[in-house]
């Protein structure tokens, strides 16, 4: 990696977040497939969708601008996977579980909310317009993805309250 | 790590997040060191004594719930840390290595608001009283830093414009 022009820094860090969507294209249906809320479920899955669109967005922004991404791997994504994949480990499915694979994935999305806002303004600073507008609809994307998840954490998963089935836990 | 309540997963968020702050306190000081722009130094300077300000509030919650932090390494912080190091590595002091830097530790002050975002909401849910307006007063510094951050990047570093540099390395 060798990073000299403030396009070097731009390539670098479109590439970063590449990678990190694509992990999450992975990771994407198995928290889905976790989650015990409907609502939650549906929510990771219309993120996928949504994640493929950001991906495109991406593939068009290297074709308008004529770049050729660099195949790094998002070691901040990286982690923030293998923690939801710790959750399903050690949680069983149920509405707590829902609570933590949501804080998990607000993570997530403030790591994409951080990289977008970024590359929105090295953007801005080069003068690539044409990738500005691509970049911030994404970071929209990524702001509402956040809020609908506090929106569903704070029914309770969408379905009956963590805490309940916590405290029963206790007992 | 077993979380069968959603104390447990309280527990285990905070000890995440405790484990990310030590890590933040160790790294702080290289990136004030690498930074050219004296109000970027500055800034992680006067951040790192905020961050050591919200160890200790940690250590007050840990206190007045009577609970026992679990050892655990937090995998995105490890990220985080190890993306500016590969930053400081591979671009010479300047603007351009500023501008990098920013864009990094915007990544990991959106990774603390989404981490104490969700143990705020973690807190009110069980009912964790007194440790809610700390938790609360966490969160609006990170959200502060971000913003102080931001507002650097857009005069170009507090210094000078990273684009120029940028462009010199371009020719």
Same sequence: chains 1, 2.
Avoid: W
């Avoid at 000299?4 to 249906?29: G, V, W």
């Avoid at 290297?62 to 994504?77: G, N, P, S, T």
Wanted: glycine share 8%; aromatic share 4%.
């Amino acid at each position: 990696m060798a990073i000299k022009s403030i396009e070097d820094l731009f390539l670098h860090e479109l590439s970063d977040i590449y990678s990190a969507e694509k992990q999450l294209t992975r990771a994407l249906p198995r928290l889905a497939r976790a989650s015990s809320s409907p609502k939650l479920a549906q929510a990771f899955e219309s993120h996928l969708e949504e994640t493929n669109g950001q991906v495109e967005r991406i593939d068009k922004i290297v074709e308008k601008l004529d770049l050729k991404l660099k195949r790094i791997k998002c070691a901040a994504m990286e982690g923030l996977v293998d923690e939801s994949r710790e959750i399903i480990d050690s949680i069983e499915k149920g509405a707590l579980r829902d609570a933590a694979l949501i804080v998990g994935a607000q993570k997530v999305e403030h790591y994409e909310i951080a990289s977008y806002g970024g590359l929105c303004a090295l953007a801005r600073q080069i003068g690539y317009d044409e990738a500005v507008p691509l970049l911030t609809d994404t970071l929209e994307e990524e702001k509402n993805a956040d809020k609908k998840l506090t929106s569903i954490a704070e029914q309770g998963g969408g379905n009956e309250r963590a805490g309940e089935e916590g405290e029963g836990g206790k007992g």
